[in-house]
């Protein structure tokens, strides 16, 4: 028999509090109207959609979100699948929501949208001023007719200053941060010119940043009963990133060069092994004591020169040739295990495939497998963290464009069908 349990007085009230927790989703109730394209704030709300707001999209006809028709495709999509249904993309950004299509060059349009947001608590987008002054949708006009709406806001440079109007892409906001300048940090690539970096981290930054945001609009509007506006720039999402050298100039007036040396830490790169690439990065002597030992204490570690990480960085192309034999006669996994076993912080750099099947990935099931309608099935990545009193559903597909805007428009604004059909032959709805 297992050890038993004293079910103390605190204990028997925890538990009937833990029993009477309702699985309600903590968002449940809150209604959300989404006016976003392609990105950021697509991410935004589906992460308030992942915690249970009803995400209501809002596409412009006649094609809704560009999203629809950016790659990667489901290479097998169902029959009778549409060409502007099968973008993965989309497919993981829009999943739990409902799309309603409006015209919103049309008067009629913009006055639909507007009924909406008179029934919302939070206001998401990702249009520029100028394009929010052109629709009437600008905060100060929002919040004089909806005091009570949380209007939150995701552009590159955000609603204020002299760059608010100018056009850019998320790589764009990037690497106006300067964080593509440092990118690569290696000595022989000094002249060479910025990298991007994968994927679309200013967008994925900005994302987070104002559903952040607008959650925290929500709670505050439970103790003022106003609404508020949540001004989220891509480039302030990703300036964080750049904390050391927006330190060094901001005290020594350095412009910091692209040069790992300046640190004054080595080894700190990545370095072939049989198999692949691994990640060394050390900043203590500490640790590169017991890689050294790790390697088998090789005559070439006990010059002084190495005995020091600065000295290390300073002659980094000497400690690479040395270590690289030794390195590529180990394969990724048993560099890693070894490694682990050391304690020292390293590992492998894999490709994507190889972190999909990891075990450390699959036991926290960072992916769900759920069938979508047009694309089939697909593997839906999950929110980036866990709350085991709120366990994740499995999450409903993506809409098609215009699926729900007869249901919304019919139970939100109370229209009739006859209404409808009006609409859609005068081109405002579909």
């Not at 959300?32 to 959609?49: N, R, T």
């Not at 790589?171 to 970096?197: C, I, N």
């Not at 559903?211 to 609404?227: D, E, F, N, P, Y």
């Amino acid at each position: 028999m297992g050890s038993s349990i004293t079910l103390t007085p605190g204990l028997l009230q925890t538990a009937k509090i833990v029993g009477a927790m309702s699985p309600r989703p903590f968002l449940a109730g809150t209604l959300v109207i989404e006016l976003g394209e392609v990105y950021s704030a697509p991410f935004a709300g589906k992460l308030l959609a992942d915690l249970g707001a009803d995400v209501i999209k809002i596409e412009s006809l006649p094609k809704g979100d560009p999203a629809r028709s950016m790659p990667p495709f489901a290479r097998s999509p169902s029959p009778g699948a549409g060409p502007r249904d099968t973008s993965l993309m989309f497919a993981w950004l829009n999943a739990n929501k409902r799309s309603v299509a409006l015209n919103l060059r049309t008067i009629t349009g913009r006055k639909l949208l507007k009924g909406l947001l008179a029934k919302a608590d939070i206001f998401l987008h990702n249009k520029q001023p100028k394009d929010l002054e052109a629709l009437g949708l600008t905060y100060e006009e929002l919040h004089a007719q909806f005091p009570r709406l949380v209007v939150a806001s995701v552009t590159p440079y955000g609603q204020t200053g002299p760059y608010r109007n100018r056009k850019a892409y998320p790589s764009t906001a990037l690497h106006m941060t300067g964080a593509s300048w440092y990118t690569p940090q290696h000595v022989d690539a000094l002249d060479e010119p910025p990298l991007s970096l994968p994927g679309r981290p200013a967008a994925v930054m900005g994302g987070l940043a104002v559903a952040m945001g607008a959650l925290t609009a929500i709670v505050s509007r439970k103790v003022t009963g106003q609404g508020s506006h949540v001004d989220v720039s891509e480039t302030e999402s990703v300036m964080p990133t750049q904390s050391t050298p927006v330190n060094r100039f901001s005290f020594d007036g350095m412009v910091e060069p692209r040069n790992e040396r300046i640190y004054g830490i080595g080894p700190f790169d990545f370095f072939r092994v049989k198999d692949g690439w691994t990640s060394i990065f050390l900043v203590q002597d500490a640790h590169w004591n017991r890689l050294v030992k790790l390697m088998g204490d090789p005559d070439w570690s006990k010059d002084p020169i190495f005995k020091d990480r600065r000295t290390r960085a300073q002659y980094k192309e000497d400690v690479t040739a040395l270590m690289q034999p030794w390195l590529l006669e180990q394969t990724n996994e048993d560099f890693y295990v070894k490694a682990q076993a050391a304690d020292l912080p390293i590992g492998p750099a894999r490709t994507i495939d190889k972190t999909l099947t990891d075990p450390q990935f699959v036991s926290r099931r960072i992916f769900r497998k759920a069938r979508h309608p047009a694309t089939g099935d697909m593997a839906y990545l999950r929110p980036p963290y866990l709350t085991p009193s709120l366990p994740w559903q499995t999450p409903a597909p993506s809409p098609r464009l215009g699926q729900h805007t007869s249901a919304v428009l019919m139970s939100t604004l109370g229209l009739s069908r006859r209404q409808l059909t009006t609409l859609a032959a005068q081109g405002v709805i579909a």
